[in-house]
């Protein structure tokens, strides 16, 4: 599967909005419940100033979303349940932004979800970029309901065929149960070139997916080293590592600041 199409993936977890060329980034994202699903991890992509920013996808949207990179992977789709309570973009956008304190943000969009309209959107979603002082990257965020009960896909298993190529990773982890996580959680972590072969100017997307095992309520960050996701004029990597590790995602995303829309979608 070409690279373009595994992007595809990964923005599909915070839009549904992806066209081919993927030369733009959360530009009014669409729910990625809709009747075709372009998965991840196909997790963040709108066109905004002419620059793209993730998700994400803006994430396999995991499938937007949220992969990327050369060697994508036939998934099966998610199946996504109604979310429980509505979630507006606003509330997205403050969370994202609450959760990198100090940086300077721009080209902000977001998406509200409508659990009373089965025809809307099913994913609430927020993406930007912002420069924390050590360079701009692109993030976005997307917040879905998986049916129950969890099956392989999305966010749940690190395998793909063809195999992943060379540098990109892949670790799925579990969390103890607790009272923000009742069942425990999964989470997956990515990282995944944006070409094939890779090499020292070549930008990578960092995805961190948390699944609640009892409710399918699944948070999923999407961060770049560069201020676009991908397609044929992709900037060069702004800075070595995205703005927060995978352990500061997972700790914001089962946090206070999150915890008002994992409810709200579990």
Same mark, same amino acid.
């Given at each position: 599967?070409?690279?373009?199409?595994?992007f595809?993936h990964?923005?599909?977890?915070?839009?549904?909005?992806?066209?081919?060329? *993927?030369?733009?980034? *959360?530009?009014?994202?669409?729910?990625?419940?809709? #009747?075709?699903?372009r998965?991840?991890?196909? &997790?963040?992509v709108?066109?905004?100033g002419?620059?793209?920013?993730v998700a994400?996808?803006? $994430?396999?949207?995991?499938?937007?979303s949220?992969?990327?990179?050369?060697?994508?992977?036939?998934l099966?789709?998610?199946? *996504?349940a109604?979310?429980?309570?509505?979630?507006?973009?606003?509330q997205?956008?403050?969370?994202?932004q609450?959760t990198l304190?100090?940086g300077?943000?721009?080209?902000v969009? &977001?998406?509200?979800?409508?659990?009373s309209?089965? =025809? +809307?959107?099913?994913?609430?979603n927020?993406?930007m970029?912002?420069?924390?002082g050590?360079g701009?990257?692109?993030?976005?965020?997307?917040a879905?309901?998986?049916? $129950?009960?969890l099956?392989?896909?999305?966010?749940?298993s690190c395998?793909?065929?063809?195999k992943?190529?060379?540098?990109?990773t892949?670790?799925l982890r579990?969390?103890? #149960?607790?009272a923000?996580l009742?069942?425990?959680?999964l989470?997956?972590?990515?990282?995944?070139?944006? +070409?094939?072969?890779?090499?020292?100017?070549?930008? =990578?997307?960092w995805?961190?997916?948390?699944?609640?095992?009892?409710?399918?309520?699944?948070?999923q *960050?999407?961060?770049?080293?560069?201020?676009? &996701?991908?397609?044929?004029?992709?900037?060069?990597?702004?800075?070595?590592?995205?703005?927060?590790?995978e352990q500061q995602v997972?700790? +914001? $995303?089962?946090?206070?600041?999150?915890?008002?829309i994992?409810?709200?979608?579990?």
């Amino acid at each position: 599967m070409p690279f373009e199409t595994d992007f595809a993936h990964a923005v599909d977890r915070t839009t549904d909005s992806l066209e081919p060329d *993927l030369d733009a980034l *959360l530009n009014g994202a669409v729910a990625r419940g809709r #009747s075709r699903r372009r998965r991840r991890s196909a &997790g963040i992509v709108a066109g905004i100033g002419g620059c793209a920013v993730v998700a994400a996808a803006c $994430l396999a949207i995991p499938a937007t979303s949220t992969g990327l990179g050369s060697g994508g992977s036939d998934l099966e789709m998610v199946a *996504l349940a109604m979310p429980r309570s509505a979630i507006s973009d606003a509330q997205m956008i403050a969370a994202l932004q609450a959760t990198l304190p100090g940086g300077r943000f721009s080209q902000v969009t &977001g998406q509200s979800n409508n659990p009373s309209d089965p =025809n +809307a959107g099913m994913v609430a979603n927020a993406g930007m970029v912002v420069d924390d002082g050590r360079g701009a990257a692109a993030i976005g965020v997307s917040a879905v309901r998986l049916k $129950l009960p969890l099956r392989d896909g999305d966010g749940l298993s690190c395998d793909r065929t063809p195999k992943r190529p060379a540098g990109d990773t892949c670790t799925l982890r579990e969390l103890p #149960s607790s009272a923000a996580l009742p069942g425990g959680a999964l989470v997956m972590s990515e990282r995944i070139a944006a +070409a094939q072969p890779a090499g020292a100017d070549t930008p =990578n997307r960092w995805t961190v997916t948390v699944t609640v095992k009892s409710t399918g309520a699944q948070l999923q *960050l999407v961060e770049w080293n560069s201020t676009v &996701g991908a397609g044929p004029d992709t900037p060069k990597p702004t800075r070595s590592a995205p703005p927060l590790t995978e352990q500061q995602v997972v700790t +914001a $995303l089962t946090g206070a600041v999150w915890a008002p829309i994992l409810g709200a979608v579990a």
